[in-house]
């Protein structure tokens, strides 16, 4: 099993769809992130939650919505996404306090607005 | 503003040597990251450099010099399986992940 697993892995949905994409960390960390990324542009921090509280919220539009309940899982809400939206949305943790704080990234869920 | 910058793609052929290159900008510096993403597939730690001079890891080799802003990623006895994107990241001062758009690699036989 992967450390860090996404649900799904693709996805479709209409600009008047509610979707939700899911993340679990199986490493134990404190950390977990989603990024978005496109094509050609380096990866977009969207949230940080440390220890389930919320650190970091880059001014991501509120059709965005993050809920973290424990440390293993986190989920973004979505609702009324526009097209310029379609992108890969990754999801990663990382053990916060130690020196590397290296990041481990899910496989991400492929997102398409239509 | 800070900034990373990596060539956007770059061929080589199997069995030979590639350095892919990267200069940063950044307001300061806590560590610089080289990932290894196939397409499709989750973005996968390779290496961390935080002092200068040069890390090996088998076939990958990565150098920082901190002076310059610079970093390159070594890549020896090339396979076609190498042929991914190759992203470099830094730690600024604040302990921000400061991500460059990657350089695609293709290796051709």
């Known amino acids: 099993e992967t450390g860090v697993t996404q649900t799904p892995r693709h996805l479709v949905m209409g600009m008047t769809n509610k979707k939700s994409l899911k993340c679990e960390q199986h490493?134990?960390?404190?950390?977990m992130y989603w990024y978005k990324q496109s094509a050609k542009k380096p990866l977009e921090l969207m949230f940080v939650?440390?220890?389930?509280?919320?650190?970091e919220n880059n001014s991501v539009p509120s059709r965005f919505s993050p809920e973290c309940p424990n440390s293993s899982h986190l989920f973004l809400h979505l609702h009324t996404l526009q097209p310029e939206d379609s992108a890969l949305y990754l999801c990663?943790?990382?053990?916060?306090?130690?020196?590397?704080?290296?990041?481990?990234f899910g496989a991400g869920t492929r997102l398409s607005v239509l | 503003g800070q900034n990373i910058d990596q060539p956007t793609e770059m061929t080589a052929t199997e069995g030979a040597i590639v350095q892919i290159n990267c200069t940063y900008q950044t307001s300061g510096f806590n560590g610089l990251f080289w990932y290894q993403q196939h397409a499709g597939e989750a973005p996968t730690f390779l290496s961390y450099?935080?002092l200068d001079g040069l890390e090996e890891k088998g076939r990958f080799s990565s150098f920082l010099s901190r002076s310059k802003g610079y970093s390159y990623l070594l890549l020896k006895e090339l396979q076609m399986k190498d042929s991914a994107s190759y992203l470099c990241a830094v730690t600024d001062s604040n302990y921000q992940l400061i991500w460059g758009a990657g350089t695609k690699l293709i290796i051709k036989p």
């Open positions: 939650y440390n220890f389930k509280e919320q650190t």
């Open positions: 490493l134990g960390h404190n950390a």
């Open positions: 450099n935080v």
């Open positions: 990663a943790s990382s053990q916060e306090g130690t020196g590397e704080n290296i990041q481990y």
